[in-house]
């Protein structure tokens, strides 16, 4: 098969940044919306169980795209380098779903109800397609995912802002706040993963696919907890 000149090629990185840009205003739009909600101290809790539902999904999804990838490794290039740095990155985020379910019981919610309660569609379908992507076409789209995520986490100054706005306890924030504080290292890290691979134009392609898909889907389910389609009575 033949190759594609990549040493006349944007960075992978760079050329991800304006497509996750561009999806960008949405997810900014339904954050806005959830900032200015009356009833944002209610809505909090439903935000943080969709963040819990990710959180959960992320290390298995990793570890399956880690095999797909260490299988490929032989005579792919690219898979060499994935596997590795998913290897590490597991490591980095164990544990961070139960950070979010312990957030969750300090709000007042009950542990076994949250594990038996369904994610939404919406995220589902977030996560789902990865596994399609990763496994069913090539495991560098989970570079998207990830990126789309690390990148882009709620900044400091939006935690406070959510604490003043619904007079909760700064320890039910404690799973974000770390996650501001790490994860804009973690977004610098894939990036220059990114900048390092040797990808096809289609491999690109789906790298682009699989961010702006996550930053849609998690801009669906924000508008769904503000819609109260998720409505959950504990």
Known sequence: MPRVDHKTRTGEGEQLRPKIEFILPE????????????????????????CY????????????????????????????????????????????????????????????TVLSRPPPASLASMVGAQYYWALHYHPVALLGFLTALESNPPTRKLIDELIEKTGRSPEVFRTLIEHADLDPHHGDELYQLLDELRLTPEQSTVVGLSAMHTLHMAAVSLAEVLDGLDGFAR
């Open 53 to 112: 539902c990710i959180a959960r999904a992320s290390i298995p999804l990793m570890e399956a795209t880690r095999q797909r990838a260490l299988a490929m490794a032989e005579h792919d290039e690219v898979c060499a380098a994935l596997a590795p740095y998913l290897e590490t990155h597991i490591i980095e985020e164990k544990d961070h779903d139960e950070w979010f379910l312990e957030d969750l019981m300090a709000l007042g919610w009950d542990r076994h």
């Open 27 to 50: 997810i900014k739009g339904a954050s806005a919306k959830f900032l200015a909600h009356p009833r944002i101290s209610q809505l909090y809790p439903e935000y943080l169980f969709g």
